[in-house]
């Protein structure tokens, strides 16, 4: 079992930035992958971006791609999400998300990120 909290979130006005952090309770050499989730209102989850702990190989969806950045710190446990540019688009509660490999799947408990002048 791991645990992972987010933080970061807040308000932004469009063309700014935020740094999304999640803490995560163990060490994540023995995680598989991470990712970056998010959810508007009325919306499905998805995707913003993953990456493997191993070798660090990321993965974007399309409406972030050039604009976000996805990595890691083994040493401290932490996933990060770098986002600039920021769009009123981008508003919706950012999930993370951790995948074991015995294909355990954990979530966080998700930090709002509200963009809006």
């Known amino acids: 079992q791991v645990q992972l909290v987010e933080s970061g979130g807040g308000l932004v006005q469009p063309g700014g930035s935020l740094r999304l952090s999640c803490a995560a309770s163990r060490s994540i050499f023995s995680i598989a992958a991470m990712g970056w989730y998010r959810q508007a209102p009325g919306k499905e989850r998805e995707l913003v971006a993953t990456?493997?702990?191993?070798?660090?190989?990321?993965n974007y969806g399309d409406s972030v791609k050039g604009r976000f950045t996805i990595s890691r710190d083994s040493a401290r446990n932490t996933l990060y999400l770098q986002m600039n540019s920021l769009k009123p688009e981008d508003t919706a509660v950012y999930y993370c998300?951790?995948?074991?490999?015995?294909?355990?799947?954990?979530w966080g408990q998700g930090t709002q990120v509200t963009v809006s002048s």
């Open positions: 998300n951790c995948n074991g490999y015995d294909g355990s799947s954990h």
């Open positions: 990456i493997v702990i191993s070798d660090g190989r990321t």
